[in-house]
């Protein structure tokens, strides 16, 4: 349910950006979301479509770029998408530790015009 007010918050820096780009439209908009960030991606698609009604961002595609969280191996400096119910390197099997990598949650790009 948290993914409510943050795709207002989407919605609201779209709109913002496409006044400023003295733009009519906002036609599409680029976001990364981590697996590890908290938030759920569909769930964000869903409301987009239900918050931008009325807006300028209404229609607008959204794309969803997901990040799989990395984990880095403290022995080799292996970075590795871990495996199901697994934390070890595939270089050399020491258990991996977890890094910024997957945490992400930011608009990459918005498409006016
Ligand atoms: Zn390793």
New binding site residues.
Partial sequence: MHEYPITEQIIKICTKHCREADAKRVLGVKLVVGDSSGFIGESIQMYFDIISEGTPCEGARLEIVRVKPQLR?P????MFVRAPMSFA?P????DGEPTEIGKEFYIEQIEVE
């Fill in positions: 191996c022995s080799c400096g292996e390197c270089k050399c099997g020491t």
